[in-house]
């Protein structure tokens, strides 16, 4: 992974984290969610159509994409509406890369040296040593279901867009036609499982939305063009430093709790990220 890789990783992920808590901000998560989904996805669409239409093989990488992106989102939404933002995160995230790190290493050709694996499985044990407190601080534990189960589809997606990516051979295309199906997908979904409710919002929750949605477009698409760029695997647990940012912005913003707990966990995802360059 070239040092220009590198930083535009850690750039996605500080955008990452951000639009996390943007849709944390928010009175309803579910609706923040929709708004964001629904604004990426006409941006996504908009773009799409002026850029070359994709060809027949693209589009099974295109739906599985879009799938997996909008379960990512609902079980998020429920995730965030149980939980901190220091909580859930750690968790919906640290599964992910290890889950790559495994499926990656039988599926895909990337090479992948010994000092990379041990960073991926030190920065994975410091985002799972993150979320630990959940189930002693009596939070309410129905947060990490539904966070485990973000972090599955994270793990998919994250394999799914990289492959996906490299057969367009254009990753600004692929993200942007991901984005618009993700929509067609979510958005319907959401409205069945809580109403058309959810898409009455105020100025301000379009605001939020807006933000997030543009926050999340640019952290994805860097993060795929990387994927283009250097090993998956590697690409997926660097996004996972996003952990650092959303700790950071839950202690200084939102005003929670920075115990000695999270601060090792941040010094094994630091020493983590670190390895994965050597």
């Given at each position: 992974m070239s040092l220009?890789?590198?930083f535009?990783?850690?750039g996605?992920?500080?955008l990452?984290?951000?639009w996390n808590?943007?849709?944390?901000?928010?009175?309803?998560?579910?609706?923040?969610?929709?708004?964001?989904?629904?604004?990426?996805?006409?941006?996504?669409?908009l773009?799409?159509?002026?850029?070359?239409?994709?060809?027949?093989?693209?589009?099974?990488?295109?739906?599985?994409?879009g799938?997996?992106?909008?379960?990512?989102?609902?079980f998020?939404?429920?995730?965030?509406?149980?939980g901190?933002?220091?909580?859930v995160?750690?968790?919906?995230?640290?599964?992910?890369?290890?889950i790559?790190?495994?499926?990656?290493a039988?599926l895909l050709a990337d090479?992948?040296?010994v000092?990379?694996?041990?960073?991926?499985?030190?920065?994975?044990?410091?985002?799972?040593?993150?979320a630990n407190?959940?189930?002693g601080s009596g939070?309410?534990r129905?947060?990490?279901?539904?966070?485990?189960?973000s972090?599955?589809?994270?793990?998919g997606?994250?394999?799914?867009?990289?492959?996906?990516?490299?057969?367009a051979g254009d990753?600004?295309?692929?993200?942007?036609?991901?984005?618009?199906?993700?929509?067609?997908?979510?958005l319907?979904?959401?409205a069945?499982?809580?109403g058309?409710?959810?898409?009455?919002?105020s100025?301000?929750?379009?605001?939020?939305g807006?933000?997030?949605?543009?926050?999340?477009?640019?952290?994805?698409?860097?993060?795929?063009?990387?994927?283009?760029?250097?090993?998956?695997?590697?690409?997926?647990?660097?996004?996972?430093?996003s952990?650092?940012?959303?700790?950071?912005?839950g202690?200084f913003?939102?005003?929670?709790r920075?115990?000695?707990a999270?601060?090792?966990?941040?010094?094994?995802i630091v020493?983590?990220m670190i390895?994965?360059?050597?």
């Open positions: 220009f890789v590198f535009a990783v850690l996605a992920a500080l990452h984290a951000s808590a943007l849709i944390k901000l928010g009175a309803s998560k579910m609706t923040g969610m929709v708004i964001m989904t629904a604004v990426q996805g006409g941006a996504g669409l773009i799409a159509l002026g850029r070359p239409f994709p060809e027949g093989a693209v589009w099974l990488w295109l739906l599985a994409s799938a997996l992106h909008a379960a990512y989102k609902l998020l939404a429920y995730a965030y509406e149980h901190d933002l220091s909580r995160y750690p968790i919906a995230r640290g599964v992910a890369p290890l790559v790190l495994v499926v990656g039988v090479v992948i040296s000092a990379a694996y041990v960073g991926v499985m030190v920065l994975g044990l410091g985002i799972l040593l993150m407190g959940a189930l939070e309410n129905r947060l990490i279901p539904f966070a485990l189960f972090a599955m589809a994270t793990a997606y994250s394999l799914v867009d990289g492959m996906g990516a490299r057969v990753a600004a295309t692929f993200v942007a036609w991901l984005f618009a199906i993700d929509a067609a997908l979510m319907p979904t959401a069945a499982l809580r058309t409710a959810i898409f009455r919002a100025l301000r929750s379009w605001g939020l807006a933000l997030a949605a543009a926050g999340s477009y640019g952290a994805y698409a860097i993060a795929v063009w990387a994927m283009t760029q250097a090993p998956i695997a590697l690409v997926a647990a660097l996004r996972e430093t952990i650092l940012f959303a700790v950071a912005i202690v913003f939102f005003g929670e920075l115990d000695r999270k601060m090792i966990a941040a010094t094994l020493g983590g390895l994965t360059r050597l």
